[in-house]
């Protein structure tokens, strides 16, 4: 069993930066592969982010690539996203997922491979 809580949204202004905290308890945190999504008011949840189980393999969605970073520390069992030059197109609920098959080198892009949730961060980007 692992468990997630995030941490770390709030109010910003266009182009600030915030760091997202995902941390986790549980044994085979460090053994899943990472990930985090987000879901804007009346849409559905979108893939954001996502990072192996040892963190050496990452992946992002085109829109973030270049201003957000995902990373990890198994030692903190814990997983980061790094958001700089945010935009209010990036105002959402923030969501990390642990899943995908255990030490695999895969990252995971969509939701139905996450086997665990925490319940989300709101993130808002005034203009």
């Known amino acids: 069993q692992v468990r997630l809580v995030e941490s770390g949204g709030g109010l910003v202004q266009a182009g600030g930066s915030l760091r997202l905290s995902c941390a986790a308890s549980g044994r085979t945190f460090s053994s899943y592969g990472m990930g985090w999504f987000r879901q804007a008011p009346g849409k559905g949840r979108e893939f954001v982010a996502a990072v192996s189980w040892n963190g050496g393999r990452t992946f992002s969605v085109d829109s973030v690539k270049g201003r957000f970073t995902i990373s990890r520390d198994n030692t903190k069992n814990t997983v980061y996203l790094q958001m700089n030059n945010l935009k209010p197109e990036d105002t959402a609920v923030y969501y990390c997922?642990?899943?995908?098959?255990?030490?695999?080198?895969?990252?995971?892009?969509?939701?139905?491979?996450?086997?665990?949730w925490g319940q989300g961060t709101q993130v808002t980007v005034s203009s």
């Open positions: 997922g642990a899943g995908g098959t255990p030490y695999s080198g895969s990252y995971y892009y969509t939701a139905a491979e996450y086997r665990y």
